[in-house]
């Protein structure tokens, strides 16, 4: 695994290219400028790693585009220390990014060919993540509550069992919708509700449905 100096200048005008879309957040510009994207992508596709596009990993899953990855860790306004769930591994860049910011990051996958890939290849980065292999849709209530959590899949719908593991004055952000394009949201939680905002249409694969238990 090879992070050259041509690697860190592509990532620069990745980061470059983003900050022009909206990217603000200086803990996710330098997340992203460390994180080297072309460690997370099939090999077919390194030589185009930091193009701002969405590729295909294992198990019918996609890799998120930059842009999404970086809108949704700068809408999650995270601190170091924070505890955060995330749910869809996937092919583990997302965590990357989050974990270079500092949390503490707990991350469920459905996908079993993702979840036994990607597990190894965080710890071979070190990356340290606490990474299960479960349903989304019923988080991790023995780590509950969480200061953040995100979900890097389309959902039908808001799980009230992530809800319930958010703690007070938490953040989630996550995209909803019934087909491939979803429309974000944050949802900031009080003492008396949702606060929920919109953030326009992304695409995203499907988060499964409820079914099997973790392992």
Known sequence: MVDSYRHKGMRKRMVEALRAKGLTSDMVIQAMLEVPRHFFVDNVFVEHAYDDKAFPIAAGQTISHPSTVAMQSQLLDVKPGMKVLEIGTGSGYQAAVLIKMGVRLYSIERQKELYTRTKPLLKKMNYHCECYYGDGYKGKTAFAPFDRIIITCGAPFIPEDLVQQLSIGGRMVIPVGADDTREMFSLDKTESGLKKLTHGA???????????SDI
């Not at 992304?202 to 099997?212: A, D, I, T």
């Open 202 to 212: 992304y695409k995203f694969v499907p988060m499964l449905e409820q079914k099997g």
